[in-house]
T-cell receptor
Framework: KAGVTQTPRYLIKTRGQQVTLSCSPI?????VSWYQQTPGQGLQFLFE???????NKGNFPGRFSGRQFSNSRSEMNVSTLELGDSALYLC?????????????FGSGTRLTVV | AQTVTQSQPEMSVQEAETVTLSCTYD???????LFWYKQPPSRQMILVIR??????QNATENRFSVNFQKAAKSFSLKISDSQLGDTAMYFC????????????FGKGTRLSVIA
């Protein structure tokens, strides 16, 4: 059974650009959550999608957005990149909404903004 | 809002020895899960152990066990017979069972196992 797949693994972007990250959940999992991990702030929740609808959102500016497709794959987009957006972005999938059966994480996308 | 505190930024342990990682949390909830996740250099967050708050019995998974003190809001992880492969960042996490809230993580403890 394939795990959670995040692409790309590494990304370098210039300040002001936009970026799209992709997450393919475990087959059968309908919930996808996104987290930002930085040395200073640790792991912070971005948003959760379930059945193509955003169900929960963290405290991030509107530059951060996401969506989920009918096959449960999810993308997150960051527009007008800032240096502070440099981070590891982790995606986690779950069978149900709320992670009652546990979350499985991907290996993340390392975004560097220069 | 729930908070999770890991007071040990870094720890080291000799191979085959036992080490305990500390975690405290703050919540007014009564029904929740607590987790320990391991993040090796590969970056993938791997679930180590999970504890349901309604269970008084401490969870164990092979060499990993927890000491869950609900009244004290404490949730420590004990690793027995430490192995080099245990070297990683360890995160304590909280999840409420009401309102479909996300995982709340502590800042992590970097554990180094020394040969």
């Amino acid at each position: 059974k394939a795990g959670v797949t995040q692409t790309p693994r590494y990304l370098i972007k210039t300040r002001g650009q936009q970026v799209t990250l992709s997450c393919s959940p475990i087959s059968g999992h309908r919930s996808v959550s996104w987290y930002q991990q930085t040395p200073g702030q640790g792991l912070q929740f971005l948003f959760e999608y379930f059945s193509e609808t955003q169900r929960n959102k963290g405290n991030f500016p509107g530059r951060f957005s996401g969506r989920q497709f009918s096959n449960s794959r999810s993308e997150m987009n960051v527009s007008t990149l800032e240096l502070g957006d440099s981070a590891l972005y982790l995606c986690a999938s779950s069978l149900d909404r709320g992670g009652n059966y546990g979350y499985t994480f991907g290996s993340g996308t390392r975004l560097t903004v220069v | 809002a729930q908070t999770v505190t890991q007071s040990q930024p870094e720890m080291s342990v000799q191979e085959a020895e036992t080490v305990t990682l500390s975690c405290t949390y703050d919540t007014s909830e009564n029904n929740y899960y607590l987790f320990w996740y391991k993040q090796p250099p590969s970056r993938q967050m791997i679930l180590v152990i999970r504890q349901e708050a309604y269970k008084q019995q401490n969870a164990t998974e092979n060499r990993f066990s927890v000491n869950f003190q609900k009244a004290a809001k404490s949730f420590s992880l004990k690793i027995s017979d430490s192995q080099l492969g245990d070297t990683a960042m360890y995160f304590c996490a909280f999840m409420s069972l009401s309102g479909n809230t996300p995982l709340v993580f502590g800042k992590g403890t970097r554990l180094s196992v020394i040969a």
